[in-house]
């Protein structure tokens, strides 16, 4: 029996569950804006009480690792690592896209490709295309959006888009037949019990010493344009 912990914070979700092997005991989620810093931990507090298990119980802790927001990965990896560390239990990094390609397959339940989409600000997005098995087939990349980059989805017969950058590619995407849409789709631990017990079952643990999140893109500090 395995009691893992699950957080989520790489876009404006604020996410947190308790799984027993591949069952949900606890989950709760926000998604009102970065108030990962002032709901987290709160949030990790009545997952345990509502479990009624002491942190010394838990026998892993997960954290969507990436892409998305430098804040919320940052919130989000440095609470697991610190709680696993206290506990010296090990810790399980997630892609942030293949845990919403697992929910939108979830959802969809249709055989395709799958391709999450974060916003990455301006006309650009963090992606990667899923089998509906969940093998990652292109690398992920942060994709500028325009008529030609988008050609690189239209040799494959189907393709499921989702997530909040997908909106505003929508008109391009529509250009291309094979083209569909899944609404609703955020990163969220709510469907993550089944992949996380998988990779606790095969031993697959990050390095804690060395764990960062996955930023892909280097951090940039615009500086605000002068009044004058």
Do not use: W
């Amino acid at each position: 029996m395995a009691y893992i912990l699950n957080i989520e914070t790489a876009t404006t979700v604020c996410s947190v569950s308790i799984s027993e092997n591949e069952k949900v005991l606890f989950f709760k989620e926000i998604n009102e804006g970065f108030t990962h810093a002032e709901n987290l931990h709160l949030f990790i507090q009545e997952a345990l009480k509502s479990c009624n298990l002491l942190p010394s119980q838990l026998n892993a802790v997960s954290v969507s690792k990436g892409p998305g927001s430098y804040t919320g990965l940052r919130i989000g990896v440095s609470a697991a690592k610190g709680l696993a560390y206290a506990l010296n239990i090990p810790l399980i990094g997630l892609s942030t896209l293949q845990i919403m390609a697992n929910a939108a397959y979830i959802k969809q339940q249709e055989p395709g490709l799958y391709c999450p989409m974060i916003d990455a600000r301006r006309m650009e997005v963090y992606t990667a295309l899923y089998s509906d098995d969940l093998k990652l087939l292109s690398p992920i990349e942060a994709l500028i959006l325009n008529e030609s980059s988008v050609l690189k989805f239209a040799s494959h017969p189907k393709v499921f888009y989702f997530g909040d950058g997908m909106s505003k590619c929508k008109a391009l995407l529509n250009q291309i037949e094979n083209s569909r849409f899944i609404e609703g789709i955020n990163p969220s631990v709510e469907h993550i019990s089944q992949l996380v017990f998988n990779r606790f079952k095969e031993k697959e643990f990050e390095e804690l010493a060395y764990f960062e999140p996955f930023y892909l893109k280097d951090f940039m500090i615009l500086k605000k344009k002068s009044s004058i």
